[in-house]
């Protein structure tokens, strides 16, 4: 079984930064695509960005030009560099794995709140 332990949220004021960290432990095969999810109140979730075990990364068009996602291949870590936050990026944020067996897994989530 593999855990995912994400840190980082928070309250921000609108033009913040925040950086959300993601770590893997546990039973862990070898990790092909790490990404970042989000759900607001109210909304479904939704991709916000990913990045694969070549380094390739993808976003949604929302974060693009404003978030940055990153990972550490040795400490089984993901990233994601948030600037420029707006309200509208207000959100639980969960980090999800998926190693190259297909299994997929979440973390719990965190916070993120973007108000003056």
């Known amino acids: 079984q593999v855990q995912l332990v994400e840190s980082g949220g928070g309250l921000v004021q609108p033009g913040g930064s925040l950086r959300l960290s993601c770590a893997a432990s546990?039973?862990?095969?070898?990790?092909?695509?790490m990404g970042w999810y989000r759900q607001g109140t109210g909304k479904q979730r939704e991709l916000v960005a990913g990045?694969?075990?070549?380094?390739?990364?993808n976003y949604a068009d929302s974060v693009k030009g404003r978030f940055t996602i990153s990972r550490d291949n040795v400490m089984n870590t993901v990233y994601l560099q948030m600037n420029s936050l707006k309200p509208e990026d207000t959100a639980v944020y969960y980090c999800?794995?998926?190693?190259?067996?297909?299994?997929?897994?979440w973390g719990q989530g965190t916070q993120v709140t973007v108000s003056e």
């Open positions: 546990g039973s862990i095969f070898r990790l092909n695509v």
């Open positions: 999800n794995v998926i190693d190259f067996r297909a299994q997929a897994y």
């Open positions: 990045i694969n075990s070549g380094g390739n990364t």
